[in-house]
T-cell receptor
Framework: ETGVTQSPTHLIKTRGQQVTLRCSSQ?????VSWYQQALGQGPQFIFQYYREEENGRGNFPPRFSGLQFPNYSSELNVNALELDDSALYLCASSRGQGADSPLHFGNGTRLTVT | GDSVTQMEGPVTLSEEAFLTINCTYTATGYPSLFWYVQYPGEGLQLLLKATKADDKGSNKGFEATYRKETTSFHLEKGSVQVSDSAVYFC????????????FGAGTRLAVHP
C-alpha cells in the first residue's frame, strides 16, 4: 500500500511569488486535507477536499487555494507569498471524514520564503 | 474557541525511565482525542486515540485515558527507549465534521542511553 507522498520536499521562494505544492493520497483514500506547521508549532488546518470540492476551511486567507483531481491527488496553491508563509506544509489523506477516519500524513514540503 | 494545551518541552529522560506528557483541552462539545508522533524529517504518525470519556488508547507501550472531568488526555509510557525520541502532539477532532484536527504545540522528547 503506497502512502501519502508530497512534492517537492523543499522549496525556496521570494516574497510576492506564487507556489504550488502537490500531494498524492494513499490508495483508497478520497479525502485530502492540508495543514501548515510553523517552526516549533503544531500543525494548523488549512482546508479539506472531498470528491474534488473544498468542504472545510480553517482561518487562512483566500490566497491559499487548492484543487483535488479525479484520482484524489491534490494541490495547494499560495499566491503573493509572505515571509510568514515559511513553514512545513503537510498533506493528509483518509477514507472519509471526521474522527472515525484516521488521517495518514505525508512527510511534508518545507517552504522557505525570503 | 477549541484548543489543546501541552506541557512545554523538551523532556529529557534516561532510557527505561517513566514518561508523562500532559495534555489538556478546551472544547465546546465532545471531541475525539489523539496523540500523534513526529520523528525527525518525517510527517505525523497516529500513535493512539480515544473517542469517548474513560476510553483508554494504547499502542507500542504508550497509553492515554480520556478524562472528561479534568479535560485531559495525558500520555504515559512505563519505560522509554532511545527510539522514542521525537515530538509528540496531542490533538482533538469533532465527530461528524470534516478532518479539522486541532493540535497542541507539541512536546519534544529526548531519551538518552
Amino acid at each position: 500500500e503506497t502512502g501519502v507522498t508530497q512534492s517537492p520536499t523543499h522549496l525556496i521562494k521570494t516574497r510576492g511569488q506564487q507556489v504550488t505544492l502537490r500531494c498524492s493520497s494513499q490508495s483508497g483514500h478520497n479525502t485530502v486535507s492540508w495543514y501548515q506547521q510553523a517552526l516549533g508549532q503544531g500543525p494548523q488546518f488549512i482546508f479539506q477536499y472531498y470528491r474534488e470540492e473544498e468542504n472545510g476551511r480553517g482561518n487562512f486567507p483566500p490566497r491559499f487555494s487548492g484543487l483535488q483531481f479525479p484520482n484524489y491527488s491534490s494541490e495547494l496553491n499560495v499566491n503573493a507569498l509572505e515571509l510568514d508563509d515559511s513553514a512545513l506544509y503537510l498533506c493528509a489523506s483518509s477514507r472519509g471524514q471526521g474522527a472515525d477516519s484516521p488521517l495518514h500524513f505525508g512527510n511534508g514540503t518545507r517552504l522557505t520564503v525570503t | 474557541g477549541d484548543s489543546v494545551t501541552q506541557m512545554e518541552g523538551p523532556v529529557t529522560l534516561s532510557e527505561e525511565a517513566f514518561l508523562t506528557i500532559n495534555c489538556t483541552y478546551t472544547a465546546t462539545g465532545y471531541p475525539s482525542l489523539f496523540w500523534y508522533v513526529q520523528y525527525p524529517g518525517e510527517g505525523l504518525q497516529l500513535l493512539l486515540k480515544a473517542t469517548k470519556a474513560d476510553d483508554k488508547g494504547s499502542n507500542k507501550g504508550f497509553e492515554a485515558t480520556y478524562r472528561k472531568e479534568t479535560t485531559s488526555f495525558h500520555l504515559e509510557k512505563g519505560s522509554v527507549q532511545v527510539s522514542d525520541s521525537a515530538v509528540y502532539f496531542c490533538a482533538l477532532i469533532f465527530s461528524g465534521g470534516y478532518n479539522k484536527l486541532i493540535f497542541g504545540a507539541g512536546t519534544r522528547l529526548a531519551v538518552h542511553p
